[in-house]
Every structure is written in C-alpha cells, then in structure tokens.
C-alpha cells in the first residue's frame, strides 16, 4: 500500500483511535539485544500469514516470473508462516498458491483488478480456475480498487458475484481494501463473506509506542462495520528505513518493535493477520518513495534483516 492522505482525513475524525486500546509492550527500556532476541523468538513461533513479495531487483509489476523464482521464495517463508496471501493470478503469480500447498501452506489468492477490462477478466478467470483446481482457501476480488476509483461499486460487486457464482461455496469470497471502506461502503460490505482489511499506522502518522493501539481501533471499526462477519487483516507492517513520515519514523528497531507487538497480539487474541511482507522489493519506490523499498522480513536479496540467520 502507497501513502493515502484520505487515511489521514478519516484518522482525524476517527473517535474509535483513542488510548483505550492497549499499546503492546513497552520498550522504553529494552535494549536493542533483547528487542532483537524477541523478535527471533516471535519469528520462530510463526505467523498466521505473510503476504507474498514476487519481484526481485530490477523486476516490476508487469514482468513474467518464473516458476522457479516463486519457489526459492516460498522455501524461505515456508518455515514461518501457515498462510501466504498473493496479490494476482498472473504474470507468474498464479504458481504461488500452487506451490504454497506443495509445502501445507493455507493461501489466500487475489485477483487484482484495475481499469483495464481485458486484464480484469483474465484476472477473474485465473482466480476461479485456480479456485476449482484446488488451489484458494480464501478468495479476494480486487485490492483497493474502490481508493484508486478504477471501477464503480456495481463494477465490483458485478465480479464478487461472478466468482461466487464459479467456485466452490465452502471458500470465503472477500474484497481487501482499508479499514473504513467497510463503513463507508456497506453493499460491498454486505457482499463479502470475511472483511479483508488493510491497517496501516504508519501511513496515519502514528508514534511507534502508539502504533498497536491505532491497528487495534482499525480493526475494530471494521469488525464493527462487519456486523457478525470474520475480519482478517490482509497487510500491516512497518518500514526498516527511509523516509519518515509524521510521527511515523522508520528504522529496524521500530519494524522489530512493530513485529513483536502485532504477532503478540494476533497470539493473545486469535486476531488473523497477514504481515507486510515477506521481500524487499526495489520496483516499490516509484510508488512510494525511498520507504516503499523496505516493508520486508527479509531484504532484496532474501538476507533475513534482523538477525544473522
């Protein structure tokens, strides 16, 4: 996810992002050795989810990947994580599910949509053969779409139902998009059978001792907007360096800090969630700035940052 500034007008107004929420652990007097130990040890428990960096250096959204390079990648994250979330259903993309499950993987596979109809209905059609084949265990049709406008609503409940309609009933069929989107779009929400939610705190400008709590009023505002129905936070993470942005500072310590607090959590409280993400991915600065190039557990050349293993 790119910088948002409508996250920044909704987190004004937003009642529910008050200090009520529990901040996670403090780390005012932790040393940088024993933030590090504890996220070795958080990283060694394993995750509920990762979501999937296929770009290596010099590779960008557009570029076909190989079989091959989706699995050296799928080998690395395998040992952490149950579940794996990809974004598209080609161009390379549709082989990360496949061989998620070669290794008991859970996936959550994404057909990305955009303004291009042609693309959309390849998109669509790889989603629900992938689907058919076995291969999804959760659905997503679209990732912010309704944020970058490129379809109407009726465009996009049009194609939530079409994959309903196609794959088997027993997998979920959701839509991923910020957290207020579910508020302020109730048809789409109604249409989803799980909320799948993007919570960014440091896209809000939020201080890092703060940033759990923010995630949990996110969280909540959706689960609310839900109405009964499962949330599952499809992307939240904190950058490594580059650029700041408010209040928002990004280092390894701070991502460490991050890591730890958000995996505590989804423990304590059986809160699913997709960490952002698995690789370093160079193409991202274009889109993001300097910070866009370092969201991930592991760095461009799939070195775990944190630790020397």
């Known amino acids: 996810m790119s910088f948002r500034k409508d996250y920044i007008?909704?987190?004004?107004?937003?009642?529910?992002?008050?200090e009520a929420f529990s901040s996670g652990l403090n780390f005012s007097n932790t040393s940088p050795e024993i933030i590090s130990?504890?996220?070795?040890?958080?990283?060694?428990?394993?995750?509920?989810?990762?979501?999937?960096?296929?770009?290596?250096?010099?590779?960008?959204?557009?570029?076909?990947?190989?079989?091959?390079?989706?699995?050296?990648?799928?080998?690395?994250?395998?040992?952490?994580t149950k579940w794996v979330r990809?974004?598209?259903?080609?161009?390379?993309?549709?082989?990360?599910?496949?061989?998620?499950?070669?290794?008991?993987i859970?996936?959550?596979?994404?057909a990305w949509l955009g303004n291009d109809p042609e693309v959309n209905e390849k998109e669509i059609e790889g989603l629900i053969q992938l689907a058919n084949e076995g291969y999804v265990d959760i659905a997503a049709v679209g990732n912010e779409v309704m944020y970058r406008k490129d379809l109407t609503e009726d465009e996009l409940l049009d194609f939530i139902a079409k994959v309903k309609n196609e794959i088997p009933a027993n997998i979920p069929v959701g839509y991923v998009d910020a957290y207020y989107e579910f508020t302020i779009k109730p048809r789409i929400t109604e249409?989803?059978?799980?909320?799948?939610?993007?919570?960014?705190?440091?896209?809000?400008?939020s201080t890092i001792d703060y940033s759990l709590a923010h995630m949990k009023s996110m969280y909540y505002q959706a689960l609310d907007a839900g109405k009964g129905k499962?949330?599952?936070?499809?992307?939240?993470?904190?950058?490594?360096q580059g650029e700041s942005f408010k209040d928002s500072h990004p280092s390894k310590e701070n991502a460490m800090k991050y890591f730890i607090n958000t995996q505590h959590w989804s423990k304590e409280s059986n809160i699913d969630i997709?960490?952002?993400?698995?690789?370093?991915e160079s193409w991202k600065v274009g889109a993001e700035g300097e910070v866009g190039a370092y969201w991930g557990i592991w760095d461009k050349n799939e070195k775990l940052k944190y630790n020397d293993k």
């Open 9 to 18: 007008l909704y987190s004004k107004n937003n009642e529910s992002a008050n």
């Open 37 to 80: 130990s504890l996220f070795s040890q958080e990283l060694e428990m394993g995750m509920h989810g990762l979501c999937f960096s296929l770009y290596e250096d010099g590779q960008k959204p557009g570029d076909i990947i190989s079989e091959e390079q989706v699995r050296r990648r799928i080998k690395i994250i395998a040992p952490y």
């Open 86 to 104: 990809s974004f598209s259903c080609t161009e390379g993309n549709e082989f990360i599910p496949k061989i998620a499950k070669e290794y008991g």
């Open 106 to 110: 859970k996936t959550l596979v994404g």
């Open 191 to 205: 249409a989803c059978d799980v909320i799948l939610t993007n919570c960014y705190p440091y896209w809000e400008g």
């Open 230 to 240: 499962k949330v599952i936070i499809t992307e939240t993470g904190w950058p490594s």
């Open 274 to 280: 997709f960490y952002f993400s698995s690789f370093d």
